[in-house]
């Protein structure tokens, strides 16, 4: 009969229309932003700056080294190194960026930068309701707007929060373990020279300067 | 069952000394209309409802993909090829990807393997599921098929945002390997999600596979031949619509595929109706290979550990690297000369070369026939344009 497969077709939009009323799996919308739903871990919007305890300025964990600058595909991250140095988390002595602008609006949200980050000090955030009547200023995050604390990232991406934070936390074992052994050479190294110097002293009053110590590795802090 | 339409006569009807009847009534569809499918314009030549001529124009969302792709690094690469076929951005990573581990000889890793493969289904998957919902839109059935096909691509979007943080724009393949590891909480997903996919694949063949008005529009409609498909280098479900048996899971058997069962639907006359069909089909046998493969997924490790990051350089040489992609056969041809960009970086599109015979389709067809032809090449504008 003509027209009753139609027929059959109009009995699973009605079987849709009235099983929106009783089954989740058929009625999927969300009304928002009266409702929202929860976003999911790994949502990534657009990148923020990293940085350990209160002070922005203090602990913030890029080093300027640019390899973001320079693997990003879009190319809109833009960094002035600065020319003095202050500590990082490990205490070591580092340059710090001056300058770090994020342009959002040319941004593609690849995560290639927090991929490519030996410092894990860029990360995605999942803020996503950005928008703003200044399209040149409104959307060119600076330093200061891009910097949050760890314990935002912590409570957006408690996963990869908790993974980067070991990784930190090995490091820092890693650069201690290291500045206690340099230490210890150079006390030893310190030591020997002393005795070295000592006992040529002792044979040769006149003449002969002491042999050239072991040069000492460079301690840290 | 309705009967297959005569073809209409290609040429204007002439009067006696030759010249035609009326007026040719030239016309402009698109670039900015729905049913192009994005920016596509089709500049058509009209006898009164028949179309007599047709050139397709397009270059309207050319963003000189390959030209970028030559500047900036091979990893910086690969989030602009999700932009290439917006709606398979998996597909393209891995078309991407095996180029690449070809040209640096990088092996990939079991499980990363299977995660691929699981990816690429489920990428398939979505994009016919959302292309039957279109091309039923473009024969008039506006909201309801493709609301319905949309809910169920949106469960598709949501493993891939879980798994890669992004809907469409995944960037989750990298040379050697997968981004991120799948969770068993994922995996579970998928399952119960490819599992239910069936039972909305069955509602939706009987709400559409016998449907009257479909079969009025579509069967015996612009078929193409078997040698008119193979003179094109058409690929993808317009070539097997056409009847010729090349699947490139089968034929290069890249990746794991020659692990899995499954089978290659094919049509006869490769008119629109057949088209539609083999998507259907595809679709079931996709849910096969889904349902083998998360069972056989082994643990270990998603990255090869020679794989490299920052500052990746392959050796100098020239390579091609291709997949069957939901949309026909993607082709990545790459030539490197040691450095950390291509030398010369080249795509071969599906969607763009399965439009070189759109002419032919539709010489001799109504006007509201130009657009349910155009909604069966399954064209998706950001590759075509590049």
Known sequence: ?221 | MIAAQKPFEVTPKLDESGTPIGELLEISMGPHHPSTHGVFRMDVTLDGETVVKLKPVFGYLHRNHEKIGENISYLATMPYTDRLDYFCSMTNNWAYALTIEKLAGLAVPERAEYIRVIMAELTRLQNHTSLIGFFVQDMGALGTPMMYAFREREKILDLFEEISGARMMCNYMRFGGVRVDTSDAWLAQTKKVVGDYGKFLDEFEVFLNENEILLARTQGVAPLSKEQAINASITGPLLRAAGVNYDLRKVDKYGIYSRFEFKVPLGETGDLYDRYMVRVLEMRESIKILNQALAGIPAGPVMDPKAKLRGFRPKAGEVYGRIESPKGELGFYIISDGGPSPYRYRIRPPSYINLTTLEDMCLGRKVADVIVILGSVDIVLGEVDR
């Open chain 1, 1 to 221: 009969m003509l027209g009753e497969q139609i027929i059959k077709g109009m009995a699973v939009t009605a079987k849709n229309f009235f099983g929106s009323y009783v089954s989740k799996d058929r009625l999927t919308t969300v009304q928002y932003p009266e409702e929202r739903l929860t976003p999911k871990e790994n949502t990534r919007q657009f990148p923020f700056l990293v940085f350990d305890g209160d002070d922005a300025e203090k602990g913030l964990r890029c080093v300027a080294c640019q390899i973001c600058e320079k693997e990003c595909p879009p190319q809109c991250i833009y960094i002035v190194k600065s020319k003095d140095k202050k500590p990082d988390y490990k205490g070591q002595m580092q340059v710090f960026p001056v300058t770090f602008d994020i342009d959002i609006s040319v941004c593609m949200s690849c995560s290639i930068c927090v991929e490519v980050c030996p410092f894990e000090s860029i990360k995605m955030n999942n803020e996503f309701e950005l928008s703003t009547d200044d399209r040149f200023k409104g959307l060119l995050l600076t330093k200061k707007e891009l910097a949050k604390p760890n314990s935002y990232y912590q409570q957006i991406h408690p996963q990869d929060a908790k993974d980067s934070d070991a990784v930190i936390a090995a490091e820092i074992v890693k650069a201690e373990a290291k500045a206690k052994a340099a230490a210890e050479a150079k006390a030893k190294a310190d030591a020997e020279a002393k005795a070295k110097a000592a006992t040529a002293a002792a044979a040769a009053p006149v003449g002969t300067p002491p042999a050239n110590p072991p040069t000492p590795p460079p301690a840290a802090k």
